[in-house]
């Protein structure tokens, strides 16, 4: 039999080495904006249109290329950045594989344009699917240029696997954050379709994240700072009552390279444990500094996972600067999560020390002496008793006035839902309500108990209003004093751009200003002022998981945003009158049983169920 064994020819072999390094073009952005970085540049241009799917552009000021140099960095495994397995292990470069230059042009069309500092005349070399088309000498500034045009030309497959517009702007712009994040010294200016979405100057690190994620994001930052003969740590963590729904700003980087790490990532969050609400996540920018030769960041062909000789040591040194951190900026313990700390005294009670009890000892006593009745332990009780009815009267009071969801908002509406059918007007008043551990709201009904779930009824009941509001457009603004001003970054500030419609259908009144910043001169009647950050941010985390395209789901994800936010929380104290409201709402509801995410809103037990309990 003949042989059939054959090497696979070069541009073959290239487009499937491509598979493994170019899956969409966020990697070649990334790929690209290291190349610049490896090359010493101080100023980088990131240029894409059509998120990239037309084209990516990176033009950097770094030490560019000789024509040879030009020429060979398209093969594979041309690299100058390692000449031996030993260099491996001294690795300072993002770079070292040789292949991202030679994948892309097996995939794209790739026109570069370099030159070196000391010469007068630089090189012009046109790619396409491996092939050079052309090499000529040009006029260019010192420096690299390369634009990669028409991604997968010629693997259809892969374009068409490409994902909308919005989605691999996301991921181009993830890249772009975690390679600016790196290198704050170095100055970035970042276009889609010829608009400016970051312009970056050189910056410390707090500045440079300052300037990404938005001026509000300063206050947010605490940083951290420890150096031991394993690791240099510095950067920064969010304090904890800026954690996020989303896993939105996490950032390692380990000498300046973004890396993920499953592994430090739980020393992180087990530092934030007990300080922040369950199913949050904590923020951080956390730059680490270890010696090159302890660390392999060989394993992975895109080269975000990391291994480390002593992860354990890492661990525990980075959980105890990150705690330490949290202790000396005095960020404290928040223990009760879904309440306000405002309702947790009544404000007459603020600043007071709790008096302790004070125990008469009666020193005649002896229990053994029945014939003496004794007045300390009845006087005890009582007076703690006294001091118990006290705390309550007072927190009734401070969760009323401080609970302005309460009443105002919960405007009453005929109960119309068959679970109250044969209760007349008058005994339905009657209703009497209590809550159970600030979870629930239970009461009577005909069959047996009652159960509602506060925190899913009232999203359910707000769901709804909100659905009707922005489909009947029926706005209910209120105006604002004083206008807010709210900053923030420029994927945020597209993302709001994209809904504004229908933020001014609820009720928002506002105006995009210069950098990124709205300003909102009227809110909805049902957002206190106070909450409309919370809210906006809320939106925009839920926008970036779901990007909907249709405008019926795009209202969908706005009013479970804004009831996510607003409706009364597990821990929140219920006054009567509220409960009352809550269970009269949620059964003037068209689909009172299931919360906007699906769950169960009340349950109810039957008399036999009870009776049962009682044979
Ligand atoms: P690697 O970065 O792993 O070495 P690449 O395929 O990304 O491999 O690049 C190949 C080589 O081309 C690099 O080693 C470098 O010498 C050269 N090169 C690539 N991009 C640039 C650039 N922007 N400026 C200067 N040299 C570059
Ligand atoms: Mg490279």
Redesign the pocket.
């Known amino acids: 039999m003949a042989d059939i064994i054959q090497l696979l020819p070069d541009h073959v072999a290239n487009q499937i080495a491509a598979g493994e390094v170019v899956q969409r073009p966020a990697s070649v952005v990334k790929?690209?904006l290291?190349?610049?970085i490896?090359?010493g540049?101080s100023s980088i241009k990131l240029i894409i249109k059509e998120s990239g799917k037309t084209l990516i552009q990176?033009v950097?000021d770094?030490?560019?290329?000789s024509p040879t140099?030009a020429r060979l960095?398209f093969e594979r495994h041309?690299?100058?950045?390692i000449k031996s397995a030993q260099d491996l292990f001294q690795l300072n470069?993002?770079?070292?594989?040789?292949?991202?230059?030679?994948s892309i042009a097996a995939i794209a069309h790739v026109e570069m344009q370099?030159r070196q500092g000391a010469e007068e005349l630089g090189t012009a070399i046109k790619i396409e699917g491996s092939k050079i088309i052309s090499q000529d000498v040009v006029a260019t500034p010192a420096?690299?240029s390369?634009a990669v045009k028409n991604l997968f030309f010629n693997i259809p497959a892969r374009r068409n696997f490409l994902k909308s517009n919005q989605v691999e702007l996301r991921h181009i712009t993830d890249q772009f954050h975690r390679v600016a994040l790196a290198h704050p010294q170095v100055s970035f200016q970042f276009y889609n379709n010829g608009s400016e979405l970051f312009n970056l100057a050189v910056a410390t690190y707090r500045k440079r994240i300052v300037n990404i994620f938005g001026s509000r994001s300063n206050e947010k930052l605490v940083p951290v700072e420890e150096e031991t003969q394993v690791v240099k740590i510095s950067g920064f963590i969010c304090k904890p009552e800026f954690a996020k729904k989303s896993r939105g700003e996490q950032f390692f980087f380990v000498n300046n390279r973004f890396i993920k790490s499953p592994y430090l990532y739980h020393a992180v969050v087990n530092a934030f444990e007990g300080i922040i609400k369950p199913d949050t996540y904590p923020g951080y920018f956390l730059y680490l500094e270890v010696d090159p030769s302890s660390i392999d960041i060989n394993i992975h062909p895109t080269k975000t996972e990391i291994k480390f000789d002593d992860e354990q040591t890492l661990y525990a040194i980075l959980r105890s600067t990150i705690k330490h951190s949290l202790g000396q900026f005095n960020i404290a313990p928040v223990l009760d999560f879904e309440k306000d700390p405002n309702l947790d005294t009544p404000y007459a009670y603020k600043n007071l020390n709790a008096p302790l009890p004070k125990v008469a000892v009666d020193a005649r006593f002896n229990p053994f002496n029945t014939g003496h009745p004794s007045a300390a332990p009845k006087s005890f009780t009582k007076k703690s008793v006294k001091g118990w009815e006290e705390m309550y009267v007072g927190l009734a009071a401070a969760s009323n006035s401080g609970e302005e969801m309460g009443e105002s908002d919960f405007e009453s509406e005929t109960i119309t839902s068959s679970i109250f059918e044969g209760m007349k007007e008058a005994e339905a008043s009657t209703v009497t309500t209590l809550q159970l551990r600030r979870k629930y709201v239970v009461s009577t009904i005909k069959s047996g108990l009652l159960l509602i779930h506060q925190n899913r009824a009232h999203q359910r009941i707000l769901y709804e209003k909100f659905l009707r509001t922005i489909t009947i457009k029926e706005t209910t603004s209120q105006q604002l004093l004083f206008p807010l001003s709210l900053s923030f970054s420029s994927t945020d500030m597209s993302i709001l751009h994209n809904i504004s419609e229908q933020l001014r259908c609820l009720g928002f009144v506002f105006e995009e200003k210069e950098n990124y910043t709205l300003e909102i001169s009227g809110v909805p009647a049902l957002i206190p002022e106070n909450e409309v950050g919370i809210v906006l941010d809320q939106l925009i985390s839920d926008y970036q998981h779901e990007v909907p395209e249709d405008s019926f789901s795009q209202t969908d994800v706005l009013a479970k945003a804004l009831c996510k936010t607003l409706a009364v929380k597990t821990g929140d104290i219920l006054d009567s009158n509220s409960q009352l409201v809550l269970l009269n709402d949620l059964f003037g509801c068209k689909e009172p049983g299931v919360s906007p995410f699906n769950k169960p809103t009340y349950n109810t037990i039957s008399e036999s169920e009870i009776d049962k309990k009682f044979i």
Do not use: P, Q
């Not at 770094?62 to 290329?65: A, Q, R, S, V």
């Not at 041309?78 to 950045?81: E, L, V, Y």
């Open positions: 790929e690209l290291e190349n610049a490896d090359a540049a990176v950097d770094g030490i560019g290329m140099d960095s041309a690299t100058s950045k470069t993002k770079g070292f594989r040789g292949e991202a230059l030679a370099t420096g690299t390369i």
